[in-house]
Nanobody
Framework: QVQLVESGGGLVQPGGSLRLSCVAS????????MRWYRQAPGKERELVAT????????TTADSVKGRFTVSRDNAKNTVYLQMNSLKPEDTAVYYC??????WGKGSQVTVSS
């Protein structure tokens, strides 16, 4: 069955960096685009970044553009989200997504001094 397992979240000070990882299994990872979403308390889930199957094309939300970078390693069935210059408003649970129905359990990112 499809599994998506995120890791790498935690508590970081404003201006700091974190790298999230999502290890996928149960499907042919290299054939599919992957996405990162986030959901802050009391807010709707927001699409943060998308990467195509080969990694040749990426998109990021305006709210994180220039600070977050999505990448993937198809040999390791892993997608990454590098987050730099973090702000308190980036505090959220970050989810890895594939297709319409498959989600990881999420990784908490808290940006606070």
């Amino acid at each position: 069955q499809v599994q998506l397992v995120e890791s790498g979240g935690g508590l970081v000070q404003p201006g700091g960096s974190l790298r999230l990882s999502c290890v996928a299994s149960g499907f042919t990872f290299s054939r599919y685009a992957m996405r990162w979403y986030r959901q802050a308390p009391g807010k709707e889930r927001e699409l943060v970044a998308t990467i195509t199957s080969t990694g040749s094309t990426t998109t990021t939300a305006d709210s994180v553009k220039g600070r977050f970078t999505v990448s993937r390693d198809n040999a390791k069935n892993t997608v990454y989200l590098q987050m730099n210059s973090l702000k308190p408003e980036d505090t959220a649970v970050y989810y890895c997504n594939y297709g319409r129905d498959y989600w990881g359990k999420g990784s908490q990112v808290t940006v606070s001094s």
